[in-house]
C-alpha cells in the first residue's frame, strides 16, 4: 500500500506499519506465567505479525481455498489467533466469528448456516465440531493449532511452511475491492436469534477511519483492548495493543491487577472495556486508591455506563482524561459519542429525571434520524415517518461502516434493513431514542422491551434510570410479566452486593423516587432478583425474557 492510499483490503494496513515501524512492538501477549514482579509477556512485533499473516495467507490458499471461501475460526485470543486473522483478510477469505456466549445449540445453528468450507481451530474445538456435528455438510477441510488428533487435515505449522514455498515461489494474493465481503460476525443474539452481520473491508476501513478521528487516536499510543477482536484495530491506527490476562466471555470475573498492572507497567494510554468489567476494575482500584495517569481515554461498549462508575473512573484517571461510551452495534460502530464530563456535568441528572441516556452527538461519517415506531418491515426509506425533535422513535442509520445484509437470512435483513432511493442502505437499530435541540440522541432501551399498555407504552430505560440512581441498587429492569391474563408491569431490581436491606424498607423510598415521572406510576410491582441472567461477553445485556418469566412465576 503507497503512502496516503485509502486501503482497501482491511489487512493492508499491517503491512504498510511493518514497512515504517518493524521493529516496534505490535502487540504484548501475555503468559500463562507470573512472576513476583507481575504477569511475563512475549513481544509481537508488527514485521513479525505480518510475516507470519503473509505465510499464513499464501499457505491456505495453496491448500486448495480460494477468494470468498468461508473459514470458521474458534482460537483463543493470542499470537495464532492475530495471525490468523489477519492471514484470513489477506487472502481474501471470509473468518466466520460467533460469540462464545450464544451456546453449544446455537453456535452450531450459527457455522451450519454459514456454511463454511474450513474449520481452523484449536483441538477441543475440533472436538466439539466431530462430536456435535457443526457444519458437517459444507465443510471439506481443517486445520489444527496446535497438536492434531484422529481427525487429520492440516496443521497451522504445517500451512506457514507450505505458505512460505509458496512465497519463494512468487505466488501472488488476491486484490480485493471495499465492496468485497470481510468476515461473518455473529451477534449474541440477545434480544432476538443470532444474526450473522455481513461486514466487508469497506466497512472496516471505515470503522477504523471513525475511530480514529472520533477519538484523536495517534500512533504510537498504547492500547488495553480486553475484548480481543477490537486489538485488530490497533496495527490500522498504528497503536501498540497489550493483551489481558483473563477469560474475555467473563469480564465481570476480571482480577483487576491483570488491567491495572500492565496499564502502568506499558504506559497504556487507552483502553476498552464492557461495563461490568469497568464496574469491577474500578470499585478494586477506588477502593485501593489506585491512579492510572497514562490513560488518557477509557471506551465502554456493550450497554449504558452507570454514573457511578463514570465517576469512579474520574478518580482514577489525571483530570485531563475522559471516559467515553460510544454507541453502537455490531452491524454500526460507532454511531455517536459523548465524554464522562458532558455526561456528569450536562446531561446525567436529566437521566436522573427519565429522559433516558445521551449516547451524544453522532459522529460525522454516519447519517441519522429517528422514525416511527413500527415492528413491521420497511421496504423503502419513502415509507418511513421522520419523528421531529424530542420524540421518541426508532433510530436508524447509514453510513460507510454500516453494514447491509445478514448472511443468509432474508427475514432478518427485511426487519433490519431499508433501501434508500439512491442505492444506499439505513440500518434499523432496534432501538428507541429522541434528539435534543443540540443535536445529542437519547436512548431510550430496545425497542423490543417497550411495554405497551392499552393507553400507553413505557420505555426502559427512562425509567429503570430513574432507580438506579438509588445508592441500594445496582441495575433494574422493566419487564412485562403476565398476571391473571393482563400485563402487569414490573420492576425487577438486583442491589448493591453489600446492600442490607428488605424491599419492604426500600419501597417507599423508590416510590417517592418515581414521582418524578408520570410513568412511573403505572409500575404495578417491585421485585428483588438475586442477579440477573446476562450476557457472557458484556455481562451487562439482561436477558429480559427470562427475567419475566421469573417475575410471572413470583406473582402468581
Not at 490513560?295 to 465517576?311: D, H, K
Not at 423503502?380 to 425533535?389: C, H, I
Request: hydrophobic residues 45%.
Amino acid at each position: 500500500m503507497t503512502s496516503g492510499a485509502r486501503p482497501r483490503n482491511v489487512a493492508d494496513y499491517l503491512p504498510a506499519m511493518a514497512t515504517e515501524r518493524p521493529d516496534a512492538v505490535a502487540m504484548y501477549i501475555p503468559k500463562k506465567s507470573r512472576s513476583e514482579g507481575g504477569r511475563d509477556y512475549d513481544e509481537l512485533s508488527y514485521r513479525r505479525l505480518a510475516e507470519r499473516a503473509e505465510r499464513i495467507a499464501a499457505g491456505l490458499l495453496v491448500s486448495g481455498l480460494k477468494k470468498g471461501d468461508h473459514v470458521a475460526l474458534m482460537v483463543r485470543p493470542g499470537e495464532d489467533f492475530f495471525a490468523l486473522m489477519f492471514g484470513l483478510f489477506e487472502a481474501a477469505l471470509v473468518p466466520v466469528l460467533v460469540d462464545p456466549g450464544i451456546g453449544k445449540k446455537n453456535l452450531g445453528v450459527c457455522l451450519t448456516r454459514a456454511k463454511p468450507v474450513a474449520f481452523i481451530g484449536i483441538p477441543v474445538a475440533h472436538a466439539a465440531r466431530i462430536t456435535l456435528g457443526w457444519a458437517r455438510v459444507s465443510l471439506r477441510q481443517n486445520i489444527t493449532v496446535g497438536r492434531r488428533w484422529f481427525w487429520g487435515g492440516y496443521t497451522l505449522a504445517g500451512i506457514e511452511r507450505a505458505g512460505a514455498e509458496a512465497l519463494a515461489k512468487g505466488v501472488t494474493l488476491p486484490e480485493v475491492a471495499p465492496e468485497d465481503p470481510a468476515a461473518i460476525l455473529f451477534t449474541s443474539g440477545s434480544t432476538g436469534p443470532p444474526k450473522g452481520v455481513v461486514y466487508t473491508h469497506g466497512n472496516f476501513t471505515a470503522q477504523v477511519e471513525a475511530l480514529r478521528d472520533m477519538f484523536g487516536i495517534e500512533p504510537g499510543e498504547v492500547n488495553l483492548p480486553t475484548f480481543p477482536p477490537f486489538a485488530l484495530f490497533d496495527p490500522a491506527l498504528g497503536v501498540t495493543s497489550v493483551i489481558p490476562f483473563m477469560d474475555p466471555t467473563r469480564p465481570a470475573d476480571v482480577d483487576p491487577r491483570e488491567v491495572i498492572e500492565p496499564v502502568q507497567r506499558f504506559g497504556v494510554t487507552m483502553m476498552f472495556g464492557s461495563p461490568a468489567l469497568l464496574n469491577t476494575v474500578g470499585r478494586y482500584a477506588d477502593a485501593e486508591n489506585v491512579k492510572l495517569p497514562s490513560l488518557r481515554r477509557v471506551i465502554a461498549a456493550g450497554a449504558p455506563l452507570p454514573a457511578s462508575t463514570i465517576e469512579r473512573w474520574q478518580r482514577i484517571l489525571s483530570d485531563d482524561a475522559r471516559v467515553y461510551p460510544p454507541y453502537g452495534a455490531t452491524e454500526s460502530l460507532p454511531v455517536a459519542c459523548l465524554s464522562s464530563d458532558e455526561i456528569v456535568n450536562e446531561t446525567w441528572d436529566r437521566t436522573d429525571a427519565g429522559a433516558g441516556v445521551c449516547v451524544g452527538r453522532k459522529v460525522e461519517s454516519i447519517e441519522l434520524e429517528i422514525i416511527a415506531i413500527t415492528d413491521e418491515p420497511i421496504a423503502n426509506f419513502s415509507d418511513a415517518t421522520l419523528l421531529p425533535e424530542s420524540e421518541i422513535g426508532e433510530i436508524v442509520v447509514r453510513g460507510p461502516q454500516v453494514t447491509r445484509a445478514y448472511f443468509a437470512d432474508p427475514e432478518h435483513t427485511a426487519l433490519a434493513k431499508i433501501r434508500d432511493d439512491d442505492g444506499g442502505v439505513w440500518h434499523r437499530m432496534g432501538d428507541l431514542g429522541w434528539r435534543d435541540r443540540e443535536g445529542r440522541v437519547w436512548f431510550c432501551g430496545r425497542k423490543s422491551h417497550r411495554v405497551v399498555l392499552p393507553d400507553r407504552t413505557l420505555y426502559t430505560v427512562p425509567l429503570e434510570k430513574i432507580f438506579d440512581a438509588h445508592e441500594r441498587v445496582f441495575r433494574s429492569a422493566l419487564v412485562a410479566p403476565r398476571v391473571a391474563g393482563r400485563i402487569a408491569p414490573t420492576l425487577c431490581l438486583e442491589l448493591e452486593r453489600d446492600a442490607r436491606v428488605t424491599l419492604a424498607e426500600l419501597l417507599p423510598e423508590l416510590r417517592v423516587m418515581g414521582e418524578i415521572h408520570a410513568d412511573a406510576a403505572h409500575i404495578e410491582h417491585f421485585l428483588v432478583h438475586p442477579g440477573f441472567p446476562v450476557d457472557i461477553r458484556h455481562n451487562a445485556k439482561i436477558d429480559r425474557e427470562a427475567l419475566a418469566r421469573w417475575a410471572e412465576g413470583k406473582l402468581r
